[in-house]
């Protein structure tokens, strides 16, 4: 789905989607078709979907667990180069579908592998600053956690996504 756009690309916060999923091999369609409907109801999920409210009831304790895990944690449980890594698999996937038009259609389609490089290159100096700090220091803890939750909002454009 994606609610969770305006979160992301608009305000730059980070969010997490808990749900199950249907077998797709089994049912080959992306969501069940009742999805964002007016048909999409309590009373559908209570007598159609989920009759004892197991499925809501289990992702309600994975999304418990989370929230649990991430407040109990020191530093938030962010890895960085997983994140930078993400990017290269990202933009390799964008250049095996749309690396042709892209280069032909933005001048500066080529900065965004060196843009990324120079991402991974600060992701390891970063995680190697975490490394070495002093972890009873809690203006330290303050501060690498607050570059963490602002890892988003480095990748937003002042001027808004494109029309």
């Known amino acids: 789905g994606s609610d969770f756009a305006p979160i992301l690309q608009i305000a730059g916060i980070t969010s997490v989607d808990f749900r199950y999923t249907i077998n797709t091999n089994k049912y080959p369609f992306s969501s069940y078709p009742l999805y964002h409907t007016e048909y999409e109801t309590f009373n559908t999920v209570k007598t159609l979907l989920d009759r004892d409210f197991r499925y809501q009831q289990a992702v309600a304790r994975v999304a418990a667990e989370m929230a649990r895990s991430l407040s109990d944690s020191l530093l938030i ?6 994140y930078a890594r993400g990017l290269v698999r990202i933009k390799q996937q964008l250049d095996n579908d749309y690396g042709h038009m892209l280069r032909q259609r933005v001048d500066n389609y080529t ?11 600060d992701a ?3 995680e190697q600053a975490i490394e070495g700090m002093d972890k009873t220091d809690p203006m330290a803890i303050r501060r690498v956690n607050d570059q963490l939750m602002l890892i988003e909002k480095a990748f937003l454009d002042p001027n808004g996504l494109p029309t």
Request: hydrophobic share 45%.
């Open 77 to 82: 449980p962010f890895n960085v180069s997983d």
């Open 111 to 121: 900065y965004l592998e060196e843009a990324i490089a120079e991402f991974s290159d």
């Open 124 to 126: 390891r100096i970063f």
